[in-house]
């Protein structure tokens, strides 16, 4: 029987087979599955192939090749062909070659094809978003802002077929850029990530603006506004993040506000009222629930996950669509004990009072949240220590998304403290639960965010901690973006002291558990400086640690053709120095 780490390897983490590119086309749903393009009939949900080989779609266009081809016309020009944007109507094209932005069958030239480009409504008019990184020093070969450092220059350009152009220099961030009923707006972001503003481009002006502390949250789809013209945003109480329209509070107390998917004639949004329950909503004709769990937001649209082997697409008006599903994902098979915001595994067979190494399986950080209620090719992966003897513990605490605003806000000005009494609180509630959990053989592991997370675990709190393996961990705080860093540690000229609480490689010397890092050497997210620099002060510091440096490996290693190497390693390093079920079987007294 195939092993877990080599099937998450050959289908790409289970990607291989799933509908992705989600769009619709009147009242039918296309998608992309394994590279060939189908459609599902909105009223009979019969399913039609549309075109094979395409690498991307768009409208009645597609690239297959690297070329451009319509249904009706067939080929129509020739590539590298990077990216394509049909206008509403599907009479007009637009795509790059490069870095040159042209329309089909038009002489215009609308100049360079910058990061994206979008249709006006009448499809008279691009938006082009233009992006110059020459300022931006480059590391790993790649422009790469740290914190305190400039960021690229961007510029919105409105670009006519009639030939005309006007440009909009753009703040700090860009969040989105596009056209609504109104127009060309876009929203954008401070640099001191505290005011978030929604522009009007045409006519220029201010539609809305919000100020946050010590951060505004950006909640994807939002500021908007709607058809009328009446702004659409958020607010901030207590727990619970609301939905508010022209400034009033529109959703209850305890329903947490996640994602606006439209805004036109009302609003559609994903919304919990748990952590773990996040379902789909309207505002249109009273507040009302489209769908519930378990489900999750994809292409813009929000997927149910209720039949197996079929994903549904539901439809704030009309009737959902369901669409077949081809992959492997298999279904958790462990026993699991649910707890506040964690999830604890147990291996398969086991018997009550046989002592378990537990093996602590976080994210931790504010962009992911691990117990979610959804599929999710980690959970397999924790799933799996728990079959080689280990007793698996997820959970989500401070920074991480659900919990929140107050929740998502312990993190400021340190990073891992909160995350870490989080961890540590969640394995005490589990071992309160679960007397089984032998609390002298307790290993961390993770991955990115999780390996800063486990790397901080070991070397601040030893006497709960016994192992960690951590991948792409992040040890110099200035050294990562400066969006990321500076949103949860401020200005580094202005708290300097933010960031040296969270320089880990600076405190090398404290190791004293056994310590596995490893790190793709083709990363540019997390670069590998970052391991590099705390090996060598481990080193200088005379502390033992081993470390595997992965040649051709990105930021998403599982997946990749290392992933069962990863895997491998981690695994007998973990019972290497946890030794489930090694001197014979130890029982826990009751």
Known sequence: MEDLPARLARTRRFTAGTPTGLSWAG????????????????????????????????????????????????????????????DAAGRRIAYAVSTVLRVLDHD??????????????????????????????????????????PGPRITLAVVGLD?????????????RAGWDRHGPYAVVLSRDQRTLRLLSLDPEGVVHEQRGEPWVTVVPGLPARLDDGTPVAHEDRGDTRHLTVGGEVVTPPGL?????????????????????????????????????????????????????????????????????????????????????????????????????????????????????????????????????????LVADGAGTPGGGPRDERRIYGDLYTEPINDQIRSLTEAARVCPDLDLTRVGIRGWSFGGSLALAAVLRRPDVFHAAVCGAAVTDQRLYHAESRERYLGDPGEHPEHYDAGDLAADAAR??????????????NVLPGHTTRLVAALRAAGRDHEVLFLPGVGHSAIGSPATERILSAQLAFLRKHLSPGAGGVRRVAR
């Open 256 to 392: 947490h506000l996640r994602e606006v998917l439209s805004a036109g004639d009302g609003v559609v949004f994903t919304a919990s009222t748990e952590p773990d329950a996040t379902g789909l909503w309207s505002d249109r004709g009273g507040l009302r629930c489209l769908a519930g769990v378990p489900g999750a937001v994809q292409d813009g649209h929000f997927v149910h996950f209720g039949t197996p082997g079929h994903v549904t697409v539901v439809r704030a008006a009309e009737r959902p669509v369901a669409v077949r599903s081809w992959s492997e994902r298999g279904e958790l098979r462990a026993y699991r004990i649910g707890l506040k915001r964690a999830s604890l595994m147990l291996p398969p067979g086991h018997r009550a009072g046989v002592a378990l190494p537990v093996l602590l399986d976080p994210y931790g950080g504010p962009t992911r949240q691990r117990v979610a209620g959804v599929p999710d090719w980690r959970d397999l992966v924790s799933e799996w220590f728990t079959e080689h003897g280990f007793a698996v």
């Open 163 to 175: 030939g005309s152009r006007r440009e909009f220099p753009v703040g700090a961030y860009l969040v």
């Open 511 to 524: 190791l004293t558990r056994p310590l596995l890092l490893m790190h793709g050497l083709a990363d540019t």
């Open 27 to 86: 009242g039918n749903l296309r998608f992309l599955r394994d590279g060939d393009l189908f459609e599902v009939d909105g009223a009979t949900g019969a399913e039609r192939l549309l075109a094979g080989g395409v690498e991307a779609y768009h409208g009645p266009a597609f690239v297959r090749r690297g070329e451009l081809w319509t249904f009706a016309g067939g080929r129509r020009a020739a590539g590298p062909v990077t990216r394509l944007r049909s």
């Open 108 to 149: 215009v030239d609308p100049g360079p094809a910058g990061r994206d480009f979008v249709w006006s409504p009448d499809g008279t008019r691009l938006l082009v978003t233009l992006v110059d990184d020459s300022g931006v020093p480059r590391r790993h070969g790649v422009p790469y802002a740290v914190a305190g450092e």
